[in-house]
């Protein structure tokens, strides 16, 4: 059964920091992963998807990296704002037939001080 | 290119009622999924429909179904309702289990 874990649970910086959030996954199997940003009590806001060929993908101050080897991601954060603050949750896929699935970590909540 | 939409956006129920909650998937897209939030915890995946044919199920007992229509729109059904079952309901598009569009969910509370 695949697991994924998010560490930290929350984390808090000043505005301008760069920052990583990190996903840990224990099946390497995978199809894609998808990292989510959640405001609170709002639904899910994609932000980056990597196929499992694929070791990163990059979005405006945004970089997602993949290693499905050792199976863990990371979320990287240039220049944070305030605007940033949120939860994000990472989703990876399985790739077996019919793993159709998304199986989510609970998250980092993430708090940007001005 | 309209997004997904969820209807309603808060529900509040009585333990024991029936609840149904609608969903309208991404224009283009042929295959809708339904995750369930609680607070504090990621989401957990009920069940996904691909052309009107469920194909893929979670953890959740049989009184969680649900249908796709012919325009991929969606519904969620949930009897018997519990005091558990409070949570953030999320609806999900996409075309052929890619990449998923989330909706902004439906926040069901049971008292």
């Known amino acids: 059964k695949q697991e994924v874990t998010q560490i930290p649970a929350a984390l808090s910086v000043p505005e301008g920091e760069n920052l990583v959030l990190n996903c840990s996954f224990t099946d390497s199997a995978i199809y894609n992963l998808q990292w989510f940003r959640q405001d609170p009590g709002k639904g899910l806001t994609s932000l980056l998807l990597i196929q499992s060929s694929q070791r990163e993908q990059t979005s405006g101050r945004l970089n997602a990296s993949l290693d499905k080897s050792s199976g863990r991601s990371t979320l990287y954060i240039a220049a944070s704002q305030p605007g940033d603050s949120a939860t994000y949750l990472c989703?990876?896929?399985?790739?077996?037939?019919?793993?159709?699935?998304?199986?989510f970590g609970k998250g980092t909540k993430l708090s940007v001080i001005p | 290119e309209t997004g997904v939409t969820q209807s309603p956006t808060h529900l509040i129920k009585t333990r024991g009622q029936q609840v149904t909650l609608r969903c309208s998937s991404q224009?283009?897209?042929?295959?809708v999924s339904w995750y369930q939030q609680a607070l504090g915890q990621g989401p957990q995946f009920i069940f996904q429909y691909y052309r009107e044919e469920e194909n893929g199920r979670g953890n959740f007992p049989p009184r969680f179904s649900g249908l796709q229509f012919p325009n991929y729109s969606s519904e969620l059904n949930v009897n018997a309702l519990e005091l558990d079952d409070s949570a953030l309901y999320l609806c999900?598009?996409?075309?052929?289990?890619?990449?998923?569009?989330f909706g902004s969910g439906t926040r069901l509370t049971v008292v």
């Open positions: 999900a598009s996409s075309w052929d289990s890619y990449g998923y569009t």
């Open positions: 224009s283009g897209h042929n295959t």
């Open positions: 989703a990876v896929r399985g790739s077996g037939a019919g793993s159709y699935q998304l199986t």
